[in-house]
């Protein structure tokens, strides 16, 4: 099975280091120490099982490679970055990949020498977060695509679990997971269940139901569909995004596992304060019929 897992960057390149990472792990862990199964009390059988980067399902080894695209708006240093990181970077009208990304530990975006992880950064323009996402999720050749901001990271091994789930699931075509909230030193504050959204709740209560660190979903049924970001909204883009799925009628299922780790650190978008979000929060809400 194959993800796809965009980031929207600009300005936040200690903070992308440590999501690459998160992304770069899960397989990097799975080559060097094996991968258990899903946990008991998940309603998933004994049908699926986890071997190092592969998954089984009925018996039939599927292979789990990663594709992480970052799609940054220009950040001064990002060509240097790439090359730190071992990334393929490529800017409009280039070509060619800067130093073949074979620069860096992960030459060529490969972890232990397999094809199971890819990095590539796009330095491009864009019309703000959910524009770059778009532009990202274009590019997409998972099953299975996510987008994972530069504050927020991946829990270990939990992209094989969802692999998991997908395989064992698929009627299901949008999960949302829990989320693990920390400050950003990575200090504990609390964990956030999820819920399947709701229209009345997602218009009017300033409080969405899903963390989208923890949302993952198939190709096919959104990026295939048109089912993107609407790039006007600069701060409610995930609410409106949700409503879309459910005029879709997508199939939607949550569960209580803590799939990342989300930092407060103070400059969100989404942080109590900012103007934007409430002006959008209250334009979202007179939206809805009275």
């Not at 999501?19 to 094996?34: E, K």
């Not at 090359?83 to 393929?88: I, K, Q, S």
């Not at 978008?269 to 209250?282: F, H, L, P, Q």
Request: proline residues 3%.
């Amino acid at each position: 099975m194959r993800f796809t897992i965009v980031t929207p960057s600009h300005n936040q390149l200690d903070w992308l280091r440590r999501c690459i990472a998160s992304v770069r792990d899960q397989v990097a862990n799975a080559a060097t120490h094996g991968a258990g199964s899903m946990e008991q009390g998940e309603n998933r059988g004994d049908k699926c099982r986890v071997t190092s980067d592969k998954v089984k399902v009925n018996g039939a080894a599927v292979p789990l490679t990663i594709e992480h695209i970052v799609q940054d708006a220009g950040t001064p240093g990002i060509e240097e970055f790439a090359r730190e990181v071992g990334a393929r970077f490529y800017r409009p009208d280039e070509s060619a990949a800067a130093d073949g990304g074979k620069v860096g530990k992960w030459e060529g975006g490969k972890v232990g020498g397999s094809d199971a992880y890819s990095l590539t950064i796009y330095s491009e323009k864009d019309a703000g977060m959910y524009d770059a996402i778009n532009k990202g999720l274009r590019k997409a050749t998972g099953d299975i695509c996510a987008y994972l901001n530069c504050d927020e990271q991946y829990l270990p091994e939990i992209l094989r679990w969802v692999a998991d789930y997908f395989s064992v699931s698929p009627q299901t075509e949008v999960l949302f997971g829990a989320t693990i909230v920390t400050r950003s030193d990575g200090s504990y504050i609390c964990d956030r269940r999820v819920m399947v959204p709701t229209r009345w709740h997602t218009m009017v209560s300033g409080s969405l139901s899903i963390f989208t660190s923890s949302t993952f979903f198939r190709r096919r049924s959104v990026v295939e569909r048109g089912l993107l970001f609407d790039p006007q909204w600069r701060v409610c883009g995930d609410a409106v995004w949700a409503l879309r799925f459910l005029d879709a009628g997508l199939r939607m299922q949550s569960t209580h596992k803590p799939l990342s780790a989300f930092a407060e650190t103070g400059v969100n978008m989404s942080a109590v304060g900012n103007s934007r979000a409430a002006e959008e929060s209250r334009r979202l809400a007179l939206s809805a019929p009275a």
